[in-house]
């Protein structure tokens, strides 16, 4: 019988191999360059890459480790936080955060993806870069509602950022929830989440590839914000589903 399709020219065996090798010395590949490389379509690498070695180009993200004990209690809390979200007050729940904003060009998660055959396996080659130092620059707070959204503040930099102990200090928490209508607590909250705080997953991705803040702030849509909200009771589902553990996409 004639064979049906386009005969396999290029995804040869000799092709896959010398691909396989190339990324096992170095994941940070793009399949784009790859494919110029070896004069290749962008299609017929992605079959190698996909297909073939059952590999997924990851987006690099600055995020922090999780240990076995960090997934178990991130996955307590995202049940909590997620009943809580049954009666729609997430919706009105004032998500903050403040980010450092730098003059030197920071590596892109686009345009400098990982490859390897799972999410795990992307972390352990350097996909997750954990925030430990960041240099002098410009440190904004901002934060949104499923209805609007804060003016942007910049702040001195000597003002503590997540995670500190000013944050959680029993003063700090009791300013919160005096004057808050919906706060959740420093104990509640999952530590060395960035992929739960819309701010973190939806807002700065979208900022730091702009260079004027406060216009590009201004001209972010009403809608943004609702569905940026709107994400967030999957977010946590898919932390339940991966036990605590990243997620890469959600549905």
Same mark, same amino acid.
């Given at each position: +019988?004639? &064979?049906?399709? %386009?005969?396999? #020219?290029?995804? #040869?065996? $000799?092709?896959?191999?010398?691909?396989?090798?190339?990324?096992? &010395?170095?994941?940070?590949?793009?399949? %784009?360059? +790859?494919? /110029?490389?070896?004069?290749?379509?962008? $299609?017929?690498?992605?079959?190698?890459?996909?297909?073939?070695?059952?590999?997924?180009?990851?987006?690099?993200? /600055?995020?922090?480790f999780l240990n076995q004990k960090?997934?178990?209690?991130?996955? /307590? =809390?995202? &049940? =909590?936080?997620?009943?809580?979200?049954?009666?729609?007050? *997430?919706?009105? #729940?004032?998500?903050? !955060? $403040?980010?450092?904003?730098?003059?030197?060009?920071? =590596?892109?998660?686009?345009s400098h993806p990982i490859i390897a055959t799972d999410y795990q396996s992307a972390c352990e080659k350097e996909k997750i870069l954990n925030k430990t130092? *960041?240099?002098a620059s410009v440190m904004v707070f901002a934060g949104i509602t499923a209805d609007g959204k804060t003016p942007l503040i910049f702040v001195d930099s000597g003002v503590k950022q997540d995670g500190a102990p000013a944050h959680r200090a029993k003063g700090t928490q009791e300013w919160y929830r005096a004057n808050f209508l919906e706060f959740i607590s420093a104990a509640d909250w999952p530590a060395s989440s960035p992929d739960l705080n819309p701010m973190d997953y939806?807002?700065?991705?979208?900022?730091? $590839? /702009? #260079?004027?803040?406060?216009?590009?702030?201004?001209?972010?849509?009403?809608?943004?914000? &609702?569905?940026?909200? !709107?994400?967030?009771? =999957?977010?946590l589902k898919a932390v339940i589903t991966a036990k605590g553990g990243r997620f890469e996409n959600y549905s």
């Amino acid at each position: +019988m004639q &064979r049906k399709g %386009r005969p396999v #020219t290029v995804t #040869t065996p $000799e092709a896959v191999k010398a691909v396989r090798e190339k990324i096992r &010395r170095t994941p940070e590949r793009s399949v %784009r360059k +790859m494919a /110029k490389e070896y004069k290749m379509s962008r $299609e017929s690498m992605r079959t190698i890459v996909k297909d073939k070695l059952k590999m997924i180009p990851y987006r690099m993200q /600055k995020e922090a480790f999780l240990n076995q004990k960090n997934k178990t209690f991130r996955m /307590k =809390k995202a &049940r =909590k936080l997620l009943a809580g979200t049954k009666d729609g007050s *997430h919706l009105t #729940t004032l998500s903050t !955060d $403040e980010k450092i904003f730098t003059v030197e060009a920071n =590596k892109n998660g686009q345009s400098h993806p990982i490859i390897a055959t799972d999410y795990q396996s992307a972390c352990e080659k350097e996909k997750i870069l954990n925030k430990t130092s *960041h240099p002098a620059s410009v440190m904004v707070f901002a934060g949104i509602t499923a209805d609007g959204k804060t003016p942007l503040i910049f702040v001195d930099s000597g003002v503590k950022q997540d995670g500190a102990p000013a944050h959680r200090a029993k003063g700090t928490q009791e300013w919160y929830r005096a004057n808050f209508l919906e706060f959740i607590s420093a104990a509640d909250w999952p530590a060395s989440s960035p992929d739960l705080n819309p701010m973190d997953y939806a807002v700065w991705i979208y900022l730091t $590839e /702009k #260079t004027a803040l406060i216009k590009k702030w201004d001209e972010i849509d009403d809608d943004y914000p &609702r569905a940026v909200i !709107d994400a967030y009771p =999957k977010r946590l589902k898919a932390v339940i589903t991966a036990k605590g553990g990243r997620f890469e996409n959600y549905s």
